[in-house]
């Protein structure tokens, strides 16, 4: 069965940093994959959507890449301030048209002043 | 715009308790998701409605039925609940074209004593 993995539970950096989380899959190959942020007691909210064919995507000081070879996505957050702290949810779709996500069990990131 | 509603916010239930829980979104959306999400676990699909009229099981159905009540409203109901079936649940609707990020509601924290 397909497999998602977050590499960090948590991930600590300071203000002005670029922070780089990572999202692993394996026994799957996803048309494309969606990162997502959650706020405490808040649903997640949609933040970018990459597909098997783009390399990089990017959005304000978000930049998320896809490797299909590696099976691999990383989400970076240039000159990152507090207010990037949350938790990142990568997410893939569930093949055939399903419509269906799955999600990895999350980032929690902390950026410090 | 509400967006995706979901009610209650919050329930404490007593072992065996029947309950439904309510969730409805004004964007038109085709495809409609209910997700628990519990430490360590992160978002699990419990059923989806992939369009008005049709549902299915996700990875974790038991102890749970839904109802497509109309386009807007998907409801899920839980039987006879068990202390296992505490957690937090998210109802989410999707236009159902792939490249469209989920809406999530901001979900309902259930107590099952």
């Known amino acids: 069965s397909q497999k998602i993995e977050q590499n960090s539970e948590a991930l600590n950096i300071q203000e002005g940093k670029t922070a780089t989380l990572t999202c692993n899959y394996t026994n799957y190959s996803p048309a494309y994959l969606q990162w997502y942020r959650q706020d405490p007691g808040r649903g997640p909210v949609f933040l970018l959507l990459i597909r098997e064919n783009e390399k990089e995507k990017r959005k304000e000081r978000l930049k998320v890449t896809f490797d299909t070879t590696l099976k691999q996505s990383l989400f970076h957050i240039t000159a990152s301030q507090p207010a990037d702290s949350a938790t990142y949810l990568c997410a893939l779709e569930g093949g055939a048209g399903s419509y269906q996500l799955t999600f990895g069990k999350g980032t929690k990131l902390s950026v410090i002043p | 715009n509400a967006g995706v509603t979901q009610t209650p916010k919050f329930q404490v239930l007593k072992t065996g308790q029947s309950m439904t829980l309510q969730c409805a979104q004004d964007m038109n959306h085709n495809s409609m998701y209910w997700y628990r999400q519990d430490p360590g676990m992160g978002l699990r699909l419990i059923y989806y409605s992939a369009s008005e009229g049709t549902t299915d099981k996700g990875e974790v159905p038991n102890g749970y039925n839904v109802s497509r009540l109309n386009k807007r409203e998907f409801s899920l109901r839980l039987e006879s609940a068990a202390p296992s079936q505490t957690s937090v649940y998210f109802c989410?609707?999707?236009?159902?074209?792939?490249?469209?990020?989920?809406?999530f509601g901001s979900g309902t924290r259930l107590t099952v004593v």
């Open positions: 989410a609707s999707t236009q159902g074209d792939p490249w469209d990020g989920y809406t």
